[in-house]
């Protein structure tokens, strides 16, 4: 069982920057593959980056890419997702999410087994 817990969340103005963390529980962290998912009551949860168990590789949907960067800190169980040049659009709670190992299908919801409790993340003009 692996627990997530999303943090850094907030309420910023449209060109600041965010950086959420989201700190998991248990061992062999660095063979999961973890991703960041949102959502807004208008529009189903929605993958935002993903960073693969082992190899390290990322992915990122277009919305953000160039905007928002995924690392991982295996030696403190975490997994950050840097947020710059936010726009209103980015309004969501954000999610963390695990599964064990290597996904060809990183963004899809389905395909992870732990979900953190969400982060509200507000972007005003």
């Known amino acids: 069982q692996v627990q997530l817990v999303e943090s850094g969340g907030g309420l910023v103005q449209a060109g600041d920057s965010l950086r959420l963390s989201c700190a998991a529980s248990g061992r062999t962290f660095s063979r999961y593959t973890m991703g960041w998912f949102r959502q807004t009551p208008w529009k189903e949860r929605e993958f935002v980056s993903g960073i693969i168990g082992g190899a390290g590789t990322t992915y990122y949907a277009d919305s953000v890419k160039g905007r928002f960067t995924i690392s991982r800190d295996n030696a403190k169980n975490t997994v950050y997702l840097q947020m710059n040049s936010l726009k209103p659009e980015d309004t969501a709670v954000y999610y963390c999410?695990?599964?064990?190992?290597?996904?060809?299908?990183?963004?899809?919801?389905?395909?992870?087994?732990?979900w953190g409790q969400g982060t509200q993340v507000t972007v005003s003009s």
């Open positions: 999410a695990a599964r064990w190992g290597y996904t060809s299908n990183y963004y899809s919801r389905e395909d992870y087994t732990y």
